[in-house]
């Protein structure tokens, strides 16, 4: 009786959701590390992003399906204009030179009607909320409430990125830019001014004009300002907000960063970063609509299927803290995760390694899942010091050195060997989807156009070239003995370190040069890198937006690490190249920019500043029963996206994780056997005593 009221249960024994759970509208997804900050003046990491960006909204944000990366209005009425001014507070013309341009006044307009998610810290009148010490959750506050979206929000939350006590790491970058905000830290670290009274200090950076318009002020001309105007870090925060989250609440973890307060698609309801964390559509949002305007390969891929439907598509998202990668994996496999990454121990299961790329395995297409591939906004590259007395420098030698060494240089064979070929090999820093980047673009230093394609010259013109540097087969003529270069890296437990350390010693081995590798900890190896001392090494940049002057600032001479502690790890000097860096990160993105990041590729390639480069992939498996699905390395807010199928998923999961039960049958059948028997011997017993008497 018990195995058949079961077996009319319409649920899995397996599943991990209870009915409560498992509404029909459901994305579940996994993070595997617990997220710090939930508060978008603090969150910065990735992992973060995947919820603070469903709560938050930035005023601009990325067209979900144009490539390269397009921005548009989000919060905004319409894109932010700029209006120039020189030293002396008069204005300029658009086109004036950048030399004459003292300050750029940005110029916002809110969409009317715009309302924040419902919580307790907008009750005008809190008579629930007075006593706070009963309170443990957000959930104990019985009475919420809205308000809309207005202008001084957004300025409030330029302010509180000076905030000191919050240490935002958005303050560093914003300090350059944004007017006088350096000015507000100092005075608040001062004391002149009162956090809660936050809204009442003037404040030269932004400032409101009327209910739905505000200006910020920017030092200079910073075009790619609009960029950060699509981060969460300029996401609006109510004064209610700070307010509201007091020192008694503190006390018990209520805080910002771990109950936002927001305008976008999905609030947060569930908060437990140690098992689970819930988001639920947010009642409040505004009308926001599928896009209509996509690609051919959009049309052709069903993504556009969802056209011109209200967002978002789904009631809620449950977020499971996993920790291992086989238990998601298996999960995943079940049906109840509808997402998964692609990590090297389950790498062969899920997919067959090619040179164009990985292909989903037999087992998965039958499941009738999906991979989707794209790349990062992340490039790595292998790197020379430019200050090395031996390597570095612009003289003939250690040219002809560095571009004997990045032919000699397998970068196709490592991506192979150590990257399963989930990596492109990178002619330039722009990756992918960024402008600038030209797919048929060749490093004509390290490789030659044949009537095949495109391959690396061979090893003899690296050999010619080293003996035209004086080293002929690799000799040192100031020691008569094999030329010994250096390469620094981090050294951990993996043994895979020391597979790939034999690999390097073996591609300097074929031009007759001695490689000693130099391995350390992760902090030597940064103060290395920070002091110039390092030679050769592998390092690489994620980009913060999608604009080619955040991939090339990185060669840019002010930038260089070793003497002025920017991000130019080569520590590459070229005026040419930085006289074109600044007239190319003024420019829009028309024909004019791209010539001038052409040149700026050659002349890094003509110098040969690296040894070679790649693209990572990004990999992501899901599930048939959700839309087709475009990723893009900037594009956060993509849940709000996502359309599900849940007959199909339900229809699914039972399928995969039918129980076994003919055991429990045998099982029962071998004790009503057994009950029989010993029914038959008692019975037996009691008749032959019976008979006795």
């Given amino acids: 009786m018990a195995l058949g009221l079961l077996a009319c249960d319409n649920q899995s024994w397996?599943?991990?959701?209870?009915?409560k759970q498992d509404p029909k509208s459901t994305l579940y997804r996994v993070f595997n590390i617990r997220p710090k900050h939930l508060d978008p003046a603090l969150s910065y990491e990735a992992t973060e992003a995947q919820i603070v960006a469903q709560i938050y909204d930035a005023p601009l944000h990325y067209h979900y399906l144009k490539r390269p990366y397009t921005l548009e209005p989000n919060l905004l009425k319409v894109m932010p204009s700029v209006s120039y001014y020189d030293a002396a507070g008069q204005p300029l013309a658009l086109d004036a030179p950048t030399s004459l341009i003292a300050t750029s006044v940005y110029h916002f307009e809110l969409k009317p009607n715009i309302y924040f998610q419902p919580h307790p810290g907008f009750v005008t009148k809190p008579s629930d909320n007075i006593a706070r010490d009963p309170y443990r959750q957000l959930g104990d506050f019985k009475t919420v409430a809205t308000r809309e979206l207005n202008a001084a929000d957004m300025v409030y939350s330029v302010k509180r990125l000076a905030n000191p006590n919050l240490n935002s790491p958005f303050y560093g970058m914003m300090s350059r830019y944004i007017q006088g905000l350096k000015e507000f830290h100092d005075d608040w670290l001062a004391g002149k001014i009162d956090s809660s009274k936050l809204t009442e200090y003037p404040f030269s950076g932004a400032k409101v004009i009327d209910k739905y318009r505000y200006q910020i002020i920017v030092k200079g001309k910073y075009r790619q300002f609009e960029y950060w105007q699509a981060m969460t870090a300029f996401s609006p925060i109510p004064h209610e907000a700070d307010a509201f989250y007091d020192a008694s609440l503190a006390r018990h973890n209520i805080t910002l960063d771990r109950y936002p307060i927001g305008t976008g698609p999905f609030m947060l309801s569930e908060n437990n970063p140690n098992r689970r964390i819930t988001l639920v559509r947010n009642p409040n949002y505004r009308d926001v609509y599928y896009p209509v305007d996509g690609t051919v390969e959009d049309q052709q891929t069903g993504i556009l299927a969802l056209a011109g439907q209200k967002l978002p598509l789904v009631d809620q998202m449950i977020f499971t803290l996993e920790k291992e990668e086989i238990p998601n994996w298996k999960k995943f496999l079940q049906g109840y995760y509808d997402f998964s990454g692609i990590g090297s121990e389950i790498f062969n299961q899920a997919v067959l390694p090619t040179h164009q790329g990985p292909l989903l395995t037999d087992a998965?297409?039958?499941?009738?899942?999906?991979?989707?591939?794209?790349?990062?906004?992340?490039?790595?590259?292998?790197?020379?010091?430019?200050?090395?007395?031996?390597?570095?420098?612009?003289?003939?030698?250690?040219?002809?050195?560095?571009?004997?060494?990045?032919?000699?240089?397998?970068?196709?064979?490592?991506?192979?060997?150590?990257?399963?070929?989930?990596?492109?090999?990178?002619?330039?820093?722009?990756?992918?989807?960024?402008?600038?980047y030209q797919a048929q673009a060749v490093n004509d230093k390290v490789y030659q156009k044949t009537n095949t394609g495109i391959e690396?010259?061979?090893?003899?013109?690296?050999?010619?070239?080293?003996?035209?540097?004086?080293?002929?087969?690799?000799?040192?003529?100031?020691?008569?003995?094999?030329?010994?270069l250096y390469w620094d890296s981090v050294r951990t437990s993996n043994p895979n370190d020391h597979v790939r350390e034999a690999w390097l010693i073996k591609q300097f081995k074929k031009l007759g040069i001695q490689l000693k590798i130099r391995g350390t900890d992760s902090n030597r190896f940064q103060d290395k890198i920070k002091q110039g001392q390092a030679q050769m090494f592998i390092s690489g940049w994620r980009a913060d937006y999608p604009d080619p002057e955040n991939f090339l600032f990185l060669f840019q001479g002010s930038q260089a690490k070793a003497k002025l502690g920017g991000e130019n790890f080569s520590n590459y000097q070229n005026p040419k190249f930085d006289l074109l860096f600044e007239e190319m990160r003024a420019l829009p993105n028309n024909d004019k920019r791209q010539k001038i990041i052409d040149k700026m590729t050659k002349i890094l390639q003509d110098d040969l500043v690296l040894i070679g480069g790649f693209y990572p992939s990004s990999d992501a498996l899901y599930h048939e029963w959700l839309s087709p699905i475009k990723t893009g390395a900037f594009i956060q807010d993509t849940a709000q996206y996502i359309k599900v199928k849940d007959p199909l998923r339900q229809q699914k999961r039972w399928a995969w994780n039918q129980p076994l039960v003919w055991p429990l049958g045998a099982l029962g059948l071998w004790l009503l056997i057994f009950l029989s028997v010993l029914r038959y011997l008692y019975y037996k017993k009691m008749s032959f005593k019976v008979k006795e008497t």
């Avoid at 397996?14 to 009915?19: K, R, S």
């Avoid at 090395?388 to 612009?394: A, C, P, V």
């Fill in 364 to 436: 998965l297409k039958e499941k009738g899942i999906r991979l989707q591939t794209s790349f990062a906004s992340n490039w790595f590259c292998w790197a020379f010091n430019m200050l090395d007395e031996t390597l570095g420098g612009q003289t003939d030698r250690a040219r002809k050195l560095r571009e004997a060494i990045a032919i000699a240089f397998n970068s196709e064979e490592f991506i192979e060997l150590f990257m399963n070929n989930r990596a492109k090999i990178a002619h330039s820093p722009l990756p992918p989807d960024v402008f600038g």
């Fill in 14 to 19: 397996n599943d991990p959701y209870t009915e």
């Fill in 456 to 484: 690396r010259y061979p090893l003899a013109k690296a050999q010619a070239l080293l003996k035209s540097a004086g080293y002929e087969n690799g000799i040192d003529p100031a020691t008569n003995r094999p030329l010994q």
